[in-house]
């Protein structure tokens, strides 16, 4: 029973959705460089494996970004976040041809440099990690790109984080790599909250849903408590809607009928404990509210593709049996 209501406390995260998925995915957020120039330049990034994200925090510069039609001016403060794969090239003109970036940050050790005189433009960029099983939770949800200006409401914390980070990269204070660590993650929240916040009409999906605050009071419950039998009566009220007007726009917004996220979250914290210890399934089972072993696995297996106990000895042998790759976004069968 001991190991039942820890199992238990560990599902039941804060009220919280948004921070809830950042958790689960393990999102962290790394400076990895930067560059200054002068004169005429340009340069071309490989498409990332990882989230990528950079700012101008001196100057300007164009941003084009592979499948993007046209470049971007980006101005000091301006912040930019890729998710997809594709190659980019920042420059002082778009017409100039550019150089390898990975062959002028070649060397060991190397993550800044400098191109002419250095005295007209500065660049910090960073990547996020993401947990390999369920990081596709926050990427898939993603727009490929993502451009905050300066001039967006959110404009005061970036300086105020920008402004830090080249703080803690240039003096070498004790402790600076934690700092820099700290506030990149700050970085990375505040692009994804400017994104819900300024960006146009979002695909529906659980990011959409976390910018809705009609139905924010039923995501909070269900993340506060996703051990409970959840009732669509109870959820609706909750967002002091009818029943029928509640189902009608959470499946618009989140492209998922209510129970049907509360299922997926629910499996999402499975897929977790299941990889985090040797706890029996059936205790697994236990603590997300369902009342048999059965019932548990049916339904992992239904979202997953993949029985409990074989997810499980797939993460031992570190193979993921298809798992990244699938579609993330909750979605019903």
């Avoid at 600076?176 to 999906?205: M, N």
């Avoid at 009608?248 to 129970?259: D, N, R």
Wanted: aromatic share 8%.
């Amino acid at each position: 029973l001991g190991s039942t209501l820890c199992l238990r406390d560990s599902t039941k995260m804060s009220a919280d959705p948004f921070s809830d998925i950042l958790k689960l995915t393990h999102a962290q957020s790394l400076v990895t460089g930067g560059f200054t120039a002068g004169g005429t330049w340009a340069l071309r990034f490989p498409a990332p494996d990882k989230i990528k994200f950079f700012a101008v925090v001196k100057g300007h510069c164009w941003v084009r970004i592979e499948g993007e039609p046209e470049p971007a001016r980006f101005e000091t403060g301006d912040v930019g976040l890729l998710s997809a794969h594709r190659w980019s090239i920042l420059s002082s003109d778009p017409e100039a041809e550019p150089v390898d970036a990975m062959g002028l940050f070649s060397g060991a050790g190397r993550s800044s440099a400098q191109l002419g005189d250095g005295s007209e433009f500065a660049h910090i960029g960073g990547h996020v990690l993401l947990d390999p099983v369920s990081g596709p939770l926050l990427l898939n949800a993603l727009p490929p790109w993502i451009h905050v200006r300066a001039s967006a409401p959110q404009a005061p914390v970036f300086r105020w984080l920008l402004d830090h980070l080249m703080e803690e990269r240039t003096q070498a204070q004790p402790g600076a790599q934690l700092a820099a660590a700290q506030l990149a993650q700050l970085l990375f929240i505040q692009i994804l909250r400017a994104h819900l916040g300024t960006s146009g009409p979002l695909v529906a999906g659980w990011l959409r849903a976390l910018s809705e605050p009609r139905i924010a009071p039923a995501l909070r419950a269900m993340h506060d408590d996703p051990a409970r039998a959840w009732h669509l009566e109870e959820l609706a009220s909750a967002c002091a809607m009818s029943r029928t007007t509640f189902a009608s726009h959470f499946k618009a917004v989140a492209g998922i009928a209510p129970l049907g996220y509360l299922t997926e979250w629910r499996m999402r914290l499975a897929e977790r404990a299941l990889g985090e210890d040797d706890t029996p399934v059936a205790l697994v089972a236990q603590s997300l509210g369902y009342t048999s072993e059965s019932a548990f696995s049916h339904a992992f297996k239904r979202v997953t593709g993949s029985s409990p106990t074989a997810y499980r000895q797939a993460l031992r042998a570190g193979a993921r049996v298809g798992l990244t790759g699938r579609e993330a976004v909750p979605q019903e069968s």
